[in-house]
Structures are given as structure tokens and as C-alpha cells.
């Protein structure tokens, strides 16, 4: 086996999971709704996003108030931050690096950090084409939790990528989520 | 992206097993999809280019291979777009029901 081949070996045990989505807006403003906390707690799970896009920076992610109410209700605490991770690459509007650790569970923070990337490319005048890769290699649980695996069980567990993208989408072209 | 490609693409059932396979195992290249089904390599290209043109494949290059991934955004959105939440409970209650009838013939 040559070197080659061990890297190979080991890029082909990755697990990556992979979303694309086209949106009929700029790319700007796919990048504006990813990375400003007054759009990216809007979508999805409702909970805020903050990065401080430079490598090194910090990216945190707030429990919303729906999330909150659901926890107390059940008798649940919740952490006050629900993700947590660093930025590793910010070029707006095109590409966004960062690592990404879920702390809303033991088992999802035992996974600890996974890797997750934003592609934003135009591929006609106003049309954005996004892809989300996130890497779960060794995050078994929250792998699921993204994959939407847990959404028919209700209680938030959400649909995952493949929903918060379907959500956003809505948003940007239509002005509204989807639930509202 | 338009409903039509996607529609389109579902409709055929060697591109069904292929995204099936991918549901297994996600990343796969040519070589491996092309021994799950009974078929030239160039009519599995073919299959996943159309599968790629709907968008439900996504294709992404690992040092010398191309390694294709299951989106199942199209889906999703066509789900979201005809499926509101209301009749989406019926529905569930109709998949149920028809789990535990054919459970017990």
C-alpha cells in the first residue's frame, strides 16, 4: 500500500452528509440569512446564530424561547448555548468553514466537534445554489439529528438539514416560514 | 430546481434503487453502484446523470474518484409544497394502518 492509497482509504471513511438547494435570491442574501443572528433564528429551529466570521472565531447558537418553553414543560433543562463551534473559513458570499458540536443532549455533545460547510455559487442571475456538506465522522448521534431522523418523535427534534434548508428557502423566496 | 426533473427521475426504478442503495450507504462511487444493479456501466452513468440533473445526487471529487451523495432536499421540497401539516397526520394514520394490516396477514 502506498501513501496514496492510506489517504484514500482514510478520505473514503469520512462521513459526510450532503444538501443542496437551489434559492431565487443573490447570494448575498443566502449569506446574510446564514450568518446574521435577525435572519438565522427565523428558519429551521428558531434558534439564533452567532458567528464572528474570521478563522478563529466563535460560533455560538442560542436556545430559542420555543425551545425553552418545550424543556421546561417536559421538566427539561436546556443550555443556554444549544451549538457551539469555531469559524475556520469565512469568505462571503461564497464559503463558509466551521466546526459545529450540538449541546442540547449528552449523547450529541458526547459526539463532540464535526465539521460543517456552507458553498454558496450563483448559477444564474439571482439564482443561488447552496450546499451544505457537514462532516459526522465519529458523530453517530447527532448525524441522526441532522439526517432528520428524529422529527416523527416530535418534541423538536426537527427534520434536520433537509427541512431547515426546505425553511429557508421558503423564507428567502416567500417572505415566510414554513410553519407560520 | 423543477418538480418535473425530480418527478421524472422517480419514475424509473433502476434510479430508484440506485438512490435506495445511497440511502444505505451514502458516498458511493461508480464502480460500487454499478454491482448493485444488472446493467452496462454507461447505463448506470446515464441513470445518475438524470439523477443528477434533479438534484437528488449530488456528486463531490475525493482525490481521484467522484463520490455521490443522496440530497434529499427535492423531495423534501415537493413534500413541503403538497403536504401541509393537517393532512400529513391523516396520512401517517393511513401508513399505520396499513403497516398493521399487512402485519397480520
Redesign the interface.
Known amino acids: 500500500m502506498s501513501t496514496?492509497d492510506t489517504?484514500?482509504t482514510q478520505?473514503?471513511e469520512r462521513?459526510?452528509?450532503?444538501?443542496?438547494?437551489?434559492i431565487k435570491v443573490a447570494p448575498e442574501k443566502v449569506w446574510q440569512a446564514i450568518t446574521d443572528p435577525e435572519w438565522n433564528g427565523r428558519y429551521g429551529y428558531g434558534a439564533p446564530q452567532f458567528f464572528e466570521l474570521r478563522p478563529g472565531g466563535s460560533y455560538r447558537s442560542t436556545a430559542s424561547e420555543e425551545m425553552r418553553k418545550v424543556s421546561d414543560e417536559m421538566g427539561y433543562g436546556i443550555p443556554d448555548v444549544v451549538v457551539d463551534g469555531e469559524v475556520l473559513e469565512a469568505h462571503p458570499p461564497r464559503k463558509l468553514v466551521q466546526t459545529f458540536r450540538m449541546l442540547m443532549s449528552p449523547d450529541a455533545a458526547a459526539d463532540g466537534f464535526t465539521q460543517l460547510t456552507y458553498e454558496i455559487s450563483e448559477v444564474a442571475p439571482g439564482v443561488s445554489r447552496l450546499?451544505v456538506?457537514h462532516d459526522v465522522t465519529g458523530a453517530p448521534s447527532l448525524a441522526a439529528v441532522v439526517a432528520?431522523a428524529y422529527e416523527?418523535q416530535g418534541g423538536g427534534g426537527g427534520?434536520g438539514?433537509?427541512?431547515i434548508?426546505?425553511d429557508l428557502?421558503?423564507l428567502l423566496e416567500t417572505g415566510s416560514v414554513?410553519?407560520a | 430546481m423543477d418538480d418535473d426533473r425530480v418527478f421524472k427521475a422517480l419514475a424509473d426504478p433502476t434510479r430508484r434503487l440506485l438512490l435506495d442503495r445511497l440511502f444505505v450507504r451514502d458516498g458511493q462511487t461508480l464502480t460500487e453502484l454499478e454491482s448493485a444493479v444488472e446493467m452496462t456501466r454507461y447505463g448506470v452513468m446515464k441513470h445518475l446523470k438524470v439523477l443528477e440533473e434533479a438534484g437528488l445526487v449530488v456528486p463531490r471529487r475525493s482525490g481521484r474518484e467522484k463520490l455521490h451523495f443522496l440530497n434529499p432536499v427535492p423531495i423534501r421540497l415537493i413534500h413541503d409544497r403538497w403536504i401541509d401539516k393537517y393532512t400529513e397526520r391523516h396520512a401517517a394514520a393511513l401508513v399505520d394502518l396499513k403497516n398493521e394490516l399487512e402485519g397480520q396477514s
Open positions: 496514496t489517504a484514500e478520505q473514503a462521513t459526510l452528509q450532503v444538501y443542496r438547494v437551489y450546499t456538506t432528520g416523527d427534520g438539514w433537509a427541512w434548508l426546505s428557502k421558503s414554513l410553519a
